[in-house]
């Protein structure tokens, strides 16, 4: 689109969106992706793992996000979408022991939120939350219909 590698792993996951997983892998493995920085060489893993568990191949996606970065104990922009993609695909693959421990490096990575990670944490150790609110609602159609 503009010449630069930059928006390579947005056209390789549109390829997934479309349906073609194995377009995207073959858009990984390209020398593009030696050109973008290390934020769009992880995004591009990340793309490249969602294209293989699109594919059935868990295995491969977990070994496919296993990586430095992952790895690494600073915390960049990216930490916490990897670590959160690294435990689902754990999830995935019935290593819920596993998952339950990068979902908790996901949650002290998500300094903003990005990820639903902590709900899922709270999941797996088996918490469940209530909608207050929704209750509150219940409770006043209830006794809007006593009304009647």
Not at 3 to 29: I, N, Q, T
Not at 67 to 93: F, G, I, K, N
Request: aromatic letters at 4%.
């Amino acid at each position: 689109m503009t010449g630069s590698a930059e928006l390579w792993p947005l056209m390789a996951d549109c390829e997934r969106g479309l349906g073609r997983p194995e377009k995207a892998l073959d858009m990984a493995g390209a020398p593009e992706v030696q050109k973008l920085d290390k934020a769009g060489q992880v995004e591009m893993r990340l793309v490249a793992a969602g294209a293989r568990r699109d594919l059935g191949q868990l295995d491969a996606a977990i070994v496919t996000l296993q990586s430095s970065e992952l790895a690494s104990h600073s915390v960049q922009p990216w930490t916490a979408r990897l670590r959160y993609a690294y435990a689902d695909a754990l999830l995935a693959a019935g290593r819920s022991g596993e998952a339950r421990e990068w979902f908790a490096k996901a949650v002290e990575a998500d300094r903003d939120g990005s990820t639903d990670a902590s709900d899922r944490l709270a999941e797996l150790d088996g918490v469940e939350f209530m909608d207050a609110l929704a209750e509150d609602r219940a409770d006043d159609a209830v006794n809007e219909d006593d009304k009647d």
